[in-house]
């Protein structure tokens, strides 16, 4: 695994910010944003995801970035099911529903895979050295 200097630089954040831009590109339709309390929810747990992967980066710590990272990985859960109500309102259409979707998918795996790593890891971040 290549060396994690800057949130910036995990693959897991840059994953999730395209799907922030892209909730918020579907989001932006004049039906879909008159439904005020779904807009805003999707957006909110869609920012929470590349949020916590950041703020749990900072903590420098495993123990605290893992609990962030699952927080995370809720929200990419909690993004995909609000997804499905955008589609069954008809406010997305199949095909932007899949496009967001995959991007939540692929987010959700590498959250996954760093979690997975950083509890083998012998590393334990700078707060415990």
Excluded: H
């Excluded at 995990?10 to 994953?15: C, Y």
């Excluded at 929470?48 to 929200?75: C, H, T, W």
Aim: aromatic share 10%; net charge neutral.
């Amino acid at each position: 695994m290549a060396r994690i200097e800057r949130f910036e630089d995990i693959e897991s954040w840059k994953v999730a910010r395209e799907a922030v831009n892209l909730v918020y590109e579907a989001t932006n339709s004049e039906k879909f944003r008159r439904d005020f309390a779904l807009c805003d929810q999707i957006r909110r747990a869609a920012i929470s995801i590349p949020s916590n992967i950041a703020e749990g980066f900072e903590r420098d710590g495993n123990k605290e970035f893992l609990q962030f990272l699952a927080v995370a990985k809720g929200s990419c859960g909690e993004v995909r099911a609000q997804l499905y109500v955008a589609l069954d309102q008809n406010y997305v259409d199949q095909a932007v529903f899949d496009r967001i979707y995959e991007r939540l998918l692929t987010t959700s795996r590498l959250i996954s895979g760093m979690m997975r790593y950083l509890r083998q890891s012998e590393l334990r971040g700078s707060k415990f050295q």
